[in-house]
């Protein structure tokens, strides 16, 4: 094993006034920082200027089918997750594969990348671990989408560690929250209980450890640390949802079950689910050509398994019914996942549980499997 | 870093119209002259202009990859364009993907081919190689089954595969019509002509689902273990490389743990609706 390096082992605490500074930081190193701010009501990852776009005294409040926001305190980050996720920049809902120009009877075709280089602020623990997740999807099997492996390597992580986990939250149980414990460059704790908002910082790489040096900060006291972990030992146990063990024998054991036709009857297949879902990596290819046909553009686009056309081969689709396109949501992301990368396909955000227009909700869902 | 989405523009040599409605493009790389190399039961990604890409077998003989061989079934959008290509036009390919035929597990066995239809093209790099290397297998038999007389694919061919006196060929239609002397009737009850022996055969199937299934049966029926049987499974891809997620099929992924998977690995996915 190689010995753990020095910077790993710092704590020290900044003011809110630091994350402006860390910002500008960011930006005058090249990145194009990213982070949690309100848009139509709703807390979505945008391009930040400035630590005055966070999403400062905002609370969500989450439930099965239901998301509003509420004007609560100063914290900066008692909010979590809302329906976007960092695929949003690192596998972007439409990508240009390429352009093909036709010239007599050749054929040019030119890869088109778009390389950014991105600072993520704000990062929960649940979605590292979705990054990580698409990080074996994307970047280290036999086959590697340069786009998503430059966008990942070139991207500089601030975690935010979670300390008032939303009602939908189950990170606790999937192992993934609600503190990061690695996979990012800084990580910061929000200690907003007492006044004006202040952060402990821990540092995952020297790159983390070389932009915190350029903040004003103060070392950490062993009081500090036991706040830290007091605030997220109780955000743990704070979080009423879990997913039951054993859910993935369970699946195996339904296959061939009345339970598909009867969740398949509350589901309306508006693929919203997947489309939130951190982990969720699908997409279909479209091509478009100008009025000549000369020049023809391939894109990548986000797609659903709920979709019905998703299963389709000559003759009509394999998943026909709506029941089979539930089964394989969740036969996947519970179930098949661990066959194919080794870990479970959810990592407890709860963002299908709200962002489903009917409620349903996969722990509740995952129980009834495993009781059934 | 190579994107393993991007195609490679090569120039279709020759076309050949097989059936009514199927049809060969021979190929070659446009930039380099480097030996297209593949596995029997491989595929590429065809790619056409503006139209879009579909994945096809490779059904030319792997012991000589001076030319790609594709034989396609016109079915829609992508194959009806792809159909209309000219000698001296560019098509987009990316591969060789996935899984290969069991060739070289079945040396020293019996080998029992069992197909229908299209499914003979994505086996034909399989038999040449049995061909090429006649004495490494024991018995050979390849059961084909086409709708009507005039639906055989590759017909000269089969015909020259008869006619040696190594390998049993046998060839079924749906229905009769003209001067067909020969099997009327399922391809599946071919295979309880026998002619191997179960215990040391390898079978390689390929066909639609509901085919496939029957031929297990009746595979099974002669005592051919599913440990011993081949077959290639069909679902849409859109990337052939991982990353689309469309070509799952329970827990695996039928473009890289595929196409071809030796059947007692799927068994149980198989018989489940709709997966
Ligand atoms: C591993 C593999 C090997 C194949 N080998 C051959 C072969 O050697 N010869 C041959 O004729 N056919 C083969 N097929 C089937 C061939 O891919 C389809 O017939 C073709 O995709 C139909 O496309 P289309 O646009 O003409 O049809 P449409 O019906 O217009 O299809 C629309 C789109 O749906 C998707 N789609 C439709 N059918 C299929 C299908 N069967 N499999 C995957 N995606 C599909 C494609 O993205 C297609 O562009 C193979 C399929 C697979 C998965
Ligand atoms: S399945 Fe639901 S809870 Fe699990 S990671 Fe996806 S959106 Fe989050
Ligand atoms: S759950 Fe569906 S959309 Fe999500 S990764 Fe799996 S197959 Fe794709
Ligand atoms: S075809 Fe895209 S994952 Fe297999």
Known sequence: MTPTPEYRKTRVVIDAAQLDVLIANLRAQGYEVIGPTVADGAIVYAPLSGAGELPAGVTDVQGPGSYRLEKNGTALFAHVVGPHAWKRYLYPPEQLLFRSVRQGRNLRINEELELKRYAFLGVRPCDIAAIRIHDKVFADGEYADPGYSARRQAAFIVAVNCTRPAATCFCASMNTGPRARDGFDLALTEFSDRGAPEFLVEVGSARGSQTLAKLKHRPAGEDDLKRADALLAAAARSMSRSMPSGIADAIEDHLEDAYWDKIAGRCINCANCTMVCPTCFCTTVEDVTDLSGDIAERWRKWDSCFNIDFSYIHGGSVRREASSRFRQWMRHKLDTWHDQFATSGCVGCGRCITWCPVGIDITEEARTLTKG | ?275
């Open chain 2, 1 to 275: 870093m190579n994107d393993p989405m991007i195609p490679a523009p090569f120039r279709v040599k020759r076309t050949r119209k097989e059936l009514e409605d199927t049809f060969t493009l021979e190929l070659a790389p446009i930039r380099n002259s480097r030996p297209f190399h593949f596995s029997a039961g491989q595929f590429n990604m065809l790619y056409v202009h503006g139209v879009g890409e579909v994945p096809i077998s490779i059904s030319g003989d792997p012991g000589d990859p001076s030319v790609l061989v594709h034989t396609t079934r016109s079915v829609g959008t992508v194959t009806d364009a792809m159909w209309k290509l000219k000698q001296g036009d560019t098509i987009g390919i990316r591969g060789p993907f996935g899984t290969s035929w069991p060739v070289v597990e079945a040396e020293g066995s019996d080998v029992v081919i069992v197909t229908g239809g299209i499914g003979l093209a994505p086996l034909r790099p399989a038999i040449y190689h049995i061909i090429t290397n006649r004495k490494r297998y024991g018995n050979v038999v390849i059961l084909y089954g086409a709708r009507t007389p005039e639906d055989i694919l590759y017909r000269r061919e089969i015909e020259r595969w008869r006619s040696r006196l190594d390998i049993d060929v046998e060839v079924t239609v749906d229905r009769a019509t003209g001067h067909w002397a020969g099997n009327v009737g399922v391809v599946t009850k071919l295979v309880s002509r026998g002619g191997f022996d179960p215990s040391q055969t390898v079978a390689m199937v390929c066909g639609p689902e509901i085919m496939m299934r029957y031929c297990v049966q009746a595979l099974n029926d002669q005592g051919v273990a599913n440990d011993r049987i081949y077959v290639s499974m069909e679902r849409n891809m859109k990337c052939a490389v991982g990353f689309c997620g469309h070509c799952q099929f329970g827990q695996a992924f039928v473009c890289k743990d595929g196409p071809v998977f030796r059947f007692d690995a799927i068994e149980r996915d198989f018989y489940v609706r709709e997966l």
